[in-house]
């Protein structure tokens, strides 16, 4: 070893944005998503014929997106274009290299995607090898399918990360939400990222696994080596590369000071949300996956105010079928009933984009403005009306509501209805029990819908409002930039007016308002945002406790004050001032 490589490499500060609480320190993994790593282990006797299913099923997947991308190529690029990919049709159905996966398979009894690799490999390195350019490109289009049935049978590139070996920091330039929701926890002791911002969907997952985060780090990734120690403090946004002694004993102590801290919360956090002049609010979880019900009561949280479906879309590499989403469905209902379970429809796109459906959603300039959630559904009432039917089943079982996200006014939350009327039809028809009564709300999350209150809830049973995207539309902040992840103020005037404004048209109209963004989980808006008028606050379960304490130790006729002089005043710097210090003397 030489006498660079062996000296300490030096410490080094560096200032992101605080995404997730926690603290951090461990070695290193770069995480970097363009080459597809292959896992290798082997497969018990009870499962060979599964395993074979599963390669048939992605064999059938990858066929049909490849012909749904041959007919969007022939649309807009023309018959020849589509033509390259007959290519990789016929790669698909090439007999040699099916029969020997499956040889393969017969031998070493590794799973399939580690047999299929190997064989598309050989293939790839003869084709190659082979001096005529017409062959060789052969052997590039074996790579190119073989890649697409390799994600699907891994799932997309989540994999690499939920398999991480041993306890890591993962660094990546960037991390997608289904990345995130296939983390293992026990694995992942952090997160950072180049980019990104506090809203962005990834780092909402890892707040709600309780994993440190900070995002917004321009070129870290690029900057640090593999086995480089980092430590993470997600509080304040910050990561030290290689932290002397003495910052590890910093640090040790403010975690366990932060560590007391929130013990004090968590302890009181079974006692009612009732504030000190006896109103009684209410606090729910947002939740991703169907499983994590226990999560929801661990922090005794009043049912579920935001499931966020289309984690099951992305978890999988087909569209989950009516059966597998209703049983999703039913088991998060019947585990929390009689509490309520606030289910919204696919919010796919946008920064959500979907690995195995790729051809659904073709490339846009702008996702955020483009073809995501509710739009998406109505342009496929196939796959909309799959998820309607599994949520109307799942009715039955508990208490349901249900609500779409995206909604841009009247007309489309009435189109979303027609279908949804289908659906009931049918399932009365079919003789197939639901909730009759279900309530159907909307998420409130862009301005046109925002303005437009008044009409909406004429057609609505609730409003929820998704501050996120309803920030970044205001304010014109794309909220995974992070180069204006500064600009983002969810005190802004104009978001508190909003705010203000879809409060009073839906008690006008004499039904409740939720928020359920990210804004919600923040203790220094939960007597803001209460004070306004919004009736039921849902976040990241782990947020609840810090929530329930301001409440407990705030008087709503403080609350309605405070919201009073936010609304008066016209600097978003000086609200989030004043908000902050109001959580701060009640969190002491
Ligand atoms: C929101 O926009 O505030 C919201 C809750 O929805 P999502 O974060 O999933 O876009
Ligand atoms: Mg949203």
């Known amino acids: 070893m030489s006498e660079a490589e062996s000296s300490p490499r030096p410490e080094l500060v560096l200032q992101g944005v605080a995404a997730s609480h926690g603290i951090a320190y461990g070695q290193i993994f770069v995480y970097v998503q363009s080459d597809l790593e292959v896992p290798e282990y082997q497969v018990e006797e ?42 990789h049709l016929l790669v698909l159905e090439d007999q040699a290299l099916i029969s020997e996966t499956i040889r393969d398979f017969e031998k070493s009894r590794a799973n399939i995607e580690a047999c299929f690799d190997r064989v598309a490999q050989r293939y790839i390195a003869a084709f190659e090898a082979i001096d005529d350019e017409y062959l060789r490109e052969r052997g590039g289009d074996i790579r190119d399918v073989a890649q697409r049935v390799l994600a699907n049978l891994l799932g997309h590139t989540g994999l690499r990360l939920s398999k991480l070996a041993d306890k890591r920091i993962v660094v990546a330039n960037d991390i997608s939400p289904s990345d995130a929701v296939s983390l293992d926890r026990s694995a992942a002791l952090g997160i950072v990222t180049d980019s990104g911002s506090k809203t962005s969907h990834a780092v909402i997952v890892a707040r709600s696994m309780k994993i440190p985060a900070v995002v917004g780090l321009r070129d870290l990734s690029a900057m640090v080596q593999q086995g ?6 997600g509080y304040e946004g910050v990561v030290i590369l290689n932290p002397t002694e003495s910052t590890l004993f910093r640090y040790g102590q403010i975690q366990r000071q932060k560590h007391t801290q929130e013990q004090r919360l968590m302890d009181a956090n079974r006692l009612p949300a009732v504030t000190l002049d006896g109103v009684q609010l209410t606090l729910r979880a947002n939740v991703e996956k169907s499983d994590e ?17 289309e984690y099951l879309y992305l978890g999988s590499s087909s569209m989950p079928t009516e059966d597998e989403q209703y049983a999703a469905y039913r088991a998060l209902a019947e585990a929390l009933a009689p509490a309520p379970v606030t289910i919204r429809t696919l919010d ?97 999350e862009i301005p046109s819908a925002a303005m437009t209150a008044d009409l909406l809830a004429q057609e609505c049973d609730f409003f929820s409002i998704g501050t996120n995207d309803l920030i970044q539309y205001l304010l014109a902040i794309d909220r995974v930039n992070d180069r204006i992840a500064h600009l983002y103020e969810p005190t802004h005037p104009s978001v508190l007016r909003t705010i203000r404004h879809i409060v009073v048209e839906a008690h006008r109209a004499r039904i409740k308002v939720s928020v359920c963004g990210e804004m919600a989980g923040d203790p220094i808006f939960t007597a803001l945002l ?22 407990r130790n705030m008087r709503m006729t403080d609350a ?10 016209d600097s978003a710097p000086a609200i989030h001032a004043l908000c902050a210090q109001f959580a701060e003397e009640r969190l002491k």
């Open 348 to 444: 796919l796109g946008g920064d959500k984009p979907i690995a195995s459906q790729a051809h659904l959603f073709p490339k846009e300039q702008n996702p955020f403005l483009g073809y995501r959630a509710i739009r998406f559904c109505l342009d496929h009432l196939d796959v909309f009306k799959i998820q309607l039917r599994a949520v109307l089943r799942a009715s039955a079982h508990g208490t349901i509501l249900l609500m779409y996200p995206m909604v841009s006014g009247r007309d489309e939350m009435r189109r979303a209805n027609v279908v949804l009327d289908e659906c009931k039809a049918e399932l009365r028809a079919e003789g197939i029990a639901f909730d009759e009564n279900l309530r159907v709300g909307t998420m409130i």
């Open 228 to 233: 480089d120690q980092l430590l993470v403090d």
């Open 560 to 569: 309605k004050k405070l919201a009073q002089m936010a609304l008066a005043m």
């Open 46 to 87: 009870a499962a060979w014929g599964a395993e074979i299913a599963r390669f048939e099923q992605a064999l059938v997947v990858t066929r049909q997106q490849v012909q749904k991308i041959m007919v969007e190529v022939e649309k807009n690029l023309g018959e020849e274009e589509a033509r390259i990919f007959d290519a």
């Open 293 to 309: 019900s226990a999560l929801v009561k661990e922090y005794n949280a009043d049912g579920v105010g935001l499931y966020r479906t």
């Open 530 to 551: 209460f004070g306004i008028g919004v009736d039921e606050l849902s976040m990241t379960p782990p947020l609840v406790p810090a929530a329930r304490y301001i409440v």
